[in-house]
């Protein structure tokens, strides 16, 4: 069975960094692309960051470059998102996504998400 | 980037009924459309692909169709445990867009 299973979330002030983890299981890790996807208080989806299976490339939507920095460690099964100069905007549900196969768009399988809260 | 816009904020229905959910594209996306479903408390299931096609072990009361920039998920013969938000997003481009959600009332 898939799992994915995120911490590392929390309250942080406007201009802090957090990162956050995605501890992956029941699939081979290091054969699927993921990516990182909020949502907002108000419902509304947003993806943040992909990473490919090897981590050799990766993207990320204007409102996060410069900001947000996905990685993976494929020996531990663990996704990573680092964040940093965190906006009040930033508060958010962070769930980790599976990519239904290596080179597709879609996110078949979510974690529970971890909370975060931008607030000063 | 590509904006998906979900007009209807809510929808309501009765057990047994059908009901179409329907998202259009700032552009023209093809066929690369994706619906996931959000029960209450849970995190998005992918329920349709390629605007058209079940995810596995999705009922056949759900159909997605469409082209280019005008998206319909229909629920046939509506039943209680379909209560939740259904989103449409766009994978056309790189940069993944989202529709902002429709919450599906049962009545």
């Known amino acids: 069975e898939v799992q994915l299973v995120e911490s590392g979330g929390g309250l942080v002030k406007p201009g802090g960094s957090l990162k956050l983890s995605c501890a992956a299981s029941g699939f081979a890790f290091s054969s699927y692309d993921m990516s990182w996807v909020r949502q907002t208080p108000e419902k509304r989806l947003e993806w943040v960051a992909y990473?490919?299976?090897?981590?050799?490339?990766?993207y990320y939507p204007d409102t996060v470059k410069g900001r947000f920095t996905i990685s993976r460690d494929n020996a531990k099964n663990t996704l990573y998102l680092q964040m940093s100069s965190l906006k009040s905007e930033g508060t958010a549900m962070y769930y980790c996504a599976r990519h239904k196969e290596r080179g597709s768009a879609l996110f078949a399988y979510w974690g529970q998400g971890t909370l975060v809260t931008v607030s000063a | 980037d590509i904006v998906m816009t979900q007009s209807h904020k809510f929808m309501s229905t009765s057990v047994g009924d059908r009901v179409s959910i329907t998202c259009k594209a700032s552009?023209?996306?093809?066929?690369?459309v994706a619906w996931y479903q959000q029960k209450p408390g849970q995190s998005p299931k992918l329920l349709i692909y390629?605007?058209?096609t079940r995810h596995t072990g999705v009922p056949d009361r759900f159909t997605g169709s469409g082209s280019g920039t005008d998206f319909t998920l229909t629920i046939s013969n509506v039943q209680s445990e379909d209560l939740a938000d259904y989103f449409c997003?766009?994978?056309?481009?790189?940069?993944?867009?989202f529709g902002g959600g429709t919450k599906l009332e049962i009545k």
């Open positions: 390629w605007a058209s």
């Open positions: 997003q766009q994978y056309s481009s790189y940069m993944y867009t």
């Open positions: 552009q023209d996306v093809g066929t690369a």
């Open positions: 990473i490919s299976s090897g981590g050799g490339s990766t």
